[in-house]
């Protein structure tokens, strides 16, 4: 039996979409869509794969299990199930780096699992020793002071976390979710014990919140940051300089005073 068609309804409605939401988030017409749901027809594999990249469902999952009994059951914590994760490689097939910039934020959140989308964004392949071959990064451009002093604006380089049952307790992680698109948090991980992460940010202005597992599409490790905001140096005054230069004159009169009672003693 096929749980397909009670399945794309049950995730669209979790998801707060219309029919007309989700068919041109796949590129198909509403009424194809009302068709699938009602089971008056199949979608073809292509329109299948779209809607697991969109609802970060393995395809077996999505026509063999029922998921409306809760959204945990969509959901692998544990990265057990192959998720989906397009990268960008150069024509000798290595990998390069993919960039999300903040303009593409709210497009990563929806397409963050198509393959032709991920191509769209800048790539390019950063010859830095920190970074080994075999692993996949992604760099991620952060908005707002919540991580204060790192400045907004800055870059941050990270790589792909499959099981999110090895988020470190205290370390700073970007995490992609269905609501709050992209965020870079201090992370500390509950999963085991409520199914959710708590996200403190680094300036105590901002306050901690809950996040549920249910509500989380990519985690990322953070591990270093790029910034084209040099820390200002506070300029000396004319003051500054006079204080400063009294105190070397002083510095030099005591010491040539203490080279004369050197000599006087060494002549006793």
Same mark, same amino acid.
């Given at each position: ?107 990563? *959140?929806? %397409?963050?699992? !198509?393959?032709?989308? /991920?191509?769209? &964004?800048? +790539? ?5 020793? @920190? ?103 506070? *300029?000396? %005054?004319?003051? !500054?300089?006079?204080? /400063?230069?009294? &105190?070397? +004159? ?5 010491? @040539? ?12």
């Amino acid at each position: 039996m096929s749980f397909l068609n009670i399945n794309i309804r049950h995730l669209r409605k979790e998801r707060g979409l219309t029919q007309n939401d989700l068919a041109q988030k796949i590129g198909i017409k509403r009424s194809l869509l009302g068709a699938y749901e009602e089971h008056r027809a199949e979608p073809r594999i292509a329109t299948m794969q779209k809607l697991g990249y969109l609802f970060q469902v393995p395809l077996d999952t999505l026509i063999n299990q029922d998921l409306s009994g809760g959204a945990a059951a969509a959901i692998d914590t544990t990265g057990k199930t192959l998720r989906v994760l397009p990268i960008v490689t150069d024509n000798q097939n290595k990998e390069k780096l993919t960039l999300v910039p903040v303009k593409a934020e709210a497009g990563y *959140a929806d %397409s963050y699992a !198509d393959p032709e989308y /991920i191509e769209t &964004l800048p +790539s390019f392949s950063l010859p830095v020793q @920190e970074l080994y071959p075999d692993q996949t990064y992604r760099l991620f451009q952060i908005k707002g002071e919540s991580m204060l002093p790192i400045p907004s604006g800055s870059y941050v380089i990270c790589t792909y976390l499959q099981n999110w049952h090895e988020v470190k307790n205290g370390m700073c992680y970007v995490v992609v979710t269905r609501d709050r698109g992209i965020v870079y948090k201090r992370i500390w991980n509950q999963l085991d014990d409520e199914g959710t992460f708590l996200l403190q940010s680094d300036n105590p202005l901002f306050e901690p919140y809950t996040l549920e597992a249910t509500q989380i599409l990519e985690v990322w490790q953070a591990l270093g940051f790029l910034s084209f905001e040099l820390p200002e140096q506070k *300029a000396a %005054s004319v003051s !500054d300089v006079q204080q /400063i230069g009294a &105190l070397l +004159s002083q510095l030099h009169h005591d010491v @040539e005073g203490l080279k004369q009672k050197v000599d006087v003693l060494s002549q006793v």
